[in-house]
């Protein structure tokens, strides 16, 4: 078995999925009281969230770029990043580290092609959104990503992730507000959906919404089960 690296804390209650998610996986497979091999590194869940918010991602680099290699030098096979938005440096991670990275997006793409769908729209941070990092991969495998028109409405989602669910606040207005965006984004034309930051899968799930929901916790951990046992 491999042995897993998880930079975790971005946010502490999605890594506590991971980690669930990933013992879950490898017991599924092995059976017996097997469980996984991996190795966490809990970054300042602080320190990511302003760096990002100051637009300064050359320190955000540096913060992931520390954690991947401590977790390398601590013996893991693998690195995953425990965030969406971690992945906007991924690219730049890769080319410093020795050992492979998976990729959110990447695998994600990988079970939407599953699924035969075209056009998905995406939730998650203002920044996994806006900016082209996660677009563009999924642009690679075919699939366009729609998001919420309104800036206000990213705005919002940002707040809930970083005030709410962040800390393991779990709101029902909330979820209500999520739902009514998840709605206007299939009235645009979106055949699923991407629960694209490691929080939402707190909120919602496929029992709430009657199009196909991508939950990448769980993709990415299920993705990190396969490379640990290949």
């Excluded at 996986?25 to 100051?54: P, Q, R, W």
């Excluded at 793409?109 to 677009?135: A, H, Q, R, S």
């Excluded at 979106?190 to 929901?213: H, K, R």
Aim: aromatic share 8%.
């Amino acid at each position: 078995m491999k042995k897993i690296g998880i930079v975790g804390g971005i946010s502490w209650v999605s890594t506590i999925d991971y980690y669930k998610f990933i013992n879950e996986g490898v017991n599924e497979k092995l059976g017996g009281i097997h469980f996984a091999e991996c190795l966490i590194y809990s970054v300042n869940f602080n320190d990511f969230v302003s760096n990002n918010t100051a637009n300064n991602w050359e320190a955000t680099y540096q913060l992931l770029l520390d954690a991947c290699q401590s977790l390398e030098k601590s013996g893991a096979d693998v690195i995953i990043l425990g965030a969406n938005t971690a992945h906007a440096v991924a690219d730049r991670l890769e080319q410093n580290i020795r050992v492979p990275l998976i990729h959110i997006a990447i695998v994600t793409g990988n079970e939407i092609k599953k699924k035969g769908l075209k056009k998905v729209g995406l939730l998650g941070t203002k920044f996994t959104m806006e900016m082209d990092f996660y677009k563009s991969k999924l642009a690679l495998s075919g699939i366009e990503c729609i998001i919420p028109e309104s800036q206000e409405t990213r705005d919002f989602i940002q707040q809930t992730l970083r005030d709410e669910l962040g800390k393991g606040i779990i709101k029902e207005e909330t979820k209500k507000a999520y739902l009514a965006i998840i709605d206007e984004l299939i009235k645009n034309g979106a055949e699923g959906i991407i629960l694209g930051c490691t929080e939402i899968p707190m909120i919602l799930s496929q029992e709430d919404i009657f199009v196909p929901v991508f939950d990448t916790t769980r993709i990415h951990s299920q993705a990190a089960v396969a490379f640990a046992l290949a």
